[in-house]
Nanobody, 128 residues
Framework: VQLQASGGGLVQAGGSLRLSCAASGRTFSRYAMGWFRQSPGKERDSVAAISWSGDSTYYADSVKGRFTISRDNAKNTVYLQMKSLKPEDTAVYYC??????????????????????WGQGTLVTVSS
């Protein structure tokens, strides 16, 4: 599986951006998908995840109510709609695919080692 993230850019605080992650392969609909972010000198933090069907979504407390994750399995794409952006949201955002089925997504979605495939990242900069 190859993942290609896009949609990052420079935005003012309070603004919005939508990130996209396009996946190759015919098995995309079988994977849960997640978004992570990483700022310089910091660990990679979970942002959101979505089940393979799209029925279940999970969010970090820091983005609840502001970010929305969704997916279109027909287009092999997962999205992250970001609203009310804050300077502290500035980071490189990565999408990732979670293929394991031995544990509920709800229990492992926020752990980077749970994911098998990663995109290259897209930079989001929020100015104050």
């Amino acid at each position: 599986v190859q993942l290609q993230a896009s949609g990052g850019g420079l935005v003012q605080a309070g603004g919005s951006l939508r990130l996209s992650c396009a996946a190759s392969g015919r098995t995309f609909s079988r994977y849960a998908m997640g978004w992570f972010r990483q700022s310089p000198g910091k660990e990679r933090d979970s942002v959101a995840a979505i089940s393979w069907s799209g029925d279940s979504t999970y969010y970090a407390d820091s983005v609840k109510g502001r970010f929305t994750i969704s997916r279109d399995n027909a287009k092999n794409t997962v999205y992250l709609q970001m609203k009310s952006l804050k300077p502290e949201d500035t980071a490189v955002y990565y999408c990732a695919a979670l293929t394991r089925r031995d544990a509920p997504v709800s229990t492992i979605w926020d752990q980077p080692p749970s994911y098998d495939y990663w995109g290259q990242g897209t930079l989001v900069t929020v100015s104050s």
